[in-house]
């Protein structure tokens, strides 16, 4: 089965910060895809980036970047000088055929950034 | 304006009394889910849908109905609403694609509280 680990609970920065929120994966498959959702404090979940598995190159877009290593199964989220307007919930995801297209979702790590 | 619409917002019921939590997409996604957010638990899908009357379980089914007669709507029913039903339920949709997995699209979410 696939798991997804965000092993940061809770993350708080200083506006202007760099910030990395981790996002561990466990598979067998080699056919997969990876998510990045953000929850921002009014509820809505708003897709980010997705990303296949035979895909390794990191995508930058504006202040966000992302690093996808296989040899760690990991898929980092980085915030460049990170802004009041970031502070969300941020979730990593996990999907393919074999999981019938469910997102399976890490348990989100809250961003807090303060002026 | 692509979107997933999700009616009610908010809800608070009694224990016992049958509701239902309509969902609407207008993408023309073949693919829709439900899923419930709790706190500590993350999100978890409840349903999925792969087209017209094709549902199946995802990871916790038990307490849910959904049908899907036409494509663009997916009703969530609870028949006996429990407590342990109060939730934050999100409804979401996606294209599906040969050969790949497509990001989906989620509601505004409906807040649910059965006492």
């Known amino acids: 089965a696939q798991k997804v680990t965000q092993a940061q609970t809770e993350i708080s920065v200083v506006e202007k910060e760099d910030v990395t929120l981790d996002c561990v994966y466990e598979?067998?498959?080699?056919?997969?895809?990876l998510f990045w959702y953000k929850q921002p404090p009014s509820g809505e979940l708003v897709f980010l980036i997705r990303?296949?598995?035979?895909?390794?190159q990191n995508e930058i877009s504006g202040r966000y970047s992302w690093n996808f290593q296989k040899s760690t199964s990991s898929f980092n989220f980085t915030i460049t000088a990170s802004q009041v307007v970031d502070s969300a919930v941020y979730f990593c995801a996990f999907s393919n055929s074999n999981s019938g297209y469910a997102l399976n979702f890490g348990k989100g790590t809250s961003l807090l950034v303060t002026p | 304006e692509a979107q997933v619409t999700q009616n009610p917002r908010y809800l608070i019921t009694v224990t016992g009394k049958k509701l239902t939590v309509t969902c609407s997409q207008n993408m023309n996604h073949e693919y829709m889910s439900w899923y419930r957010q709790d706190p500590g638990l993350g999100l978890r899908q409840i349903y999925y849908?792969?087209?017209?009357?094709?549902?199946d379980k995802g990871d916790v089914p038990e307490g849910y109905k959904v049908s899907r007669k036409e494509k663009r709507n997916f009703p969530l029913i609870l028949e006996s609403p429990s407590p342990n039903q109060t939730s934050l339920y999100f409804c979401?949709?996606?294209?599906?694609?040969?050969?790949?997995?497509?990001?989906?699209?989620f509601g505004q979410g409906t807040r649910l509280t059965v006492v």
């Open positions: 598979t067998r498959d080699t056919t997969y895809y």
């Open positions: 849908s792969m087209n017209v009357e094709v549902t």
């Open positions: 979401a949709s996606s294209s599906l694609v040969p050969g790949t997995v497509t990001e989906a699209f």
């Open positions: 990303r296949n598995s035979f895909d390794e």
